[in-house]
């Protein structure tokens, strides 16, 4: 009987699961202090019962050039469409890669993060490979820095975006033009050394003569 009375009330029960299901929300609505190592991969905010809106997205994601070179960096922007007044308080952010038809993710990292407003993600164990915001401060652009892989493995590349304006409402994958990959830096300074060593070698041929 008396362990009966001991037991927590239906109502004050229900109320305690309210309270766990808010915080549970305000954990994980808008990929808060870069918590999204769950999204990764599909770049899903975890909002249930949401889905991503389907409606075209007031955003666009653009890059400092067209082409890219091993080693090389980019700026990258995402802001507000002109003349809209939706703000974002949350994002995703990587750069990503269809190399033989196999979707690689993610390429390259980011560099010189302000980490009062980004926080670096490393996705599949990947320094700095993606970036997410700091705290849920609403925004209308953000511009970031990414750092091209050494190597010219990954062929060409896009940046891919998942935005949230708030819990119900966020746009997953938006996708940037293709960066084509520009490896003529490389091939260029191959054929200068080589010319370097010929005209070396042809004043050591001059000096016996």
């Not at 050039?65 to 995703?92: C, D, H, M, W």
């Not at 407003?117 to 925004?139: D, I, P, Y």
């Not at 005209?199 to 050591?204: D, G, N």
């Amino acid at each position: 009987m008396g362990l009966l009375n001991n037991k927590m009330p239906l109502k004050a029960m229900m109320l305690l699961l309210a309270v766990v299901c808010v915080c549970c929300v305000e954990k994980c609505v808008c990929f808060p202090n870069g918590s999204v190592a769950l999204s990764c991969g599909n770049m899903m905010p975890v909002h249930p019962p949401f889905t991503p809106s389907t409606s075209s997205p007031p955003f666009t994601l653009s890059t400092s050039g067209g082409a890219y070179r091993p080693g090389g960096v980019i700026t990258v922007t995402v802001e507000v469409v002109k003349n809209s007044s939706t703000e974002f308080q949350g994002f995703l952010l990587q750069a990503r890669s269809r190399q033989g038809h196999a979707l690689l993710w993610p390429v390259g990292k980011f560099t010189n993060i302000n980490t009062t407003l980004f926080t670096a993600v490393h996705c599949k164990n990947m320094e700095n490979s993606s970036v997410s915001q700091a705290s849920r401060v609403k925004r209308r652009k953000v511009q970031l820095t990414w750092e091209a892989p050494s190597n010219s493995n990954y062929g060409d590349i896009y940046f891919s975006a998942t935005l949230v304006q708030d819990y119900t409402t966020f746009w997953v994958q938006l996708n940037s033009s293709t960066l084509r990959l520009d490896s003529s830096g490389n091939s260029a300074a191959g054929v200068f050394s080589s010319s370097t060593l010929l005209f070396i070698s042809l004043l050591s041929l001059s000096a016996y003569c």
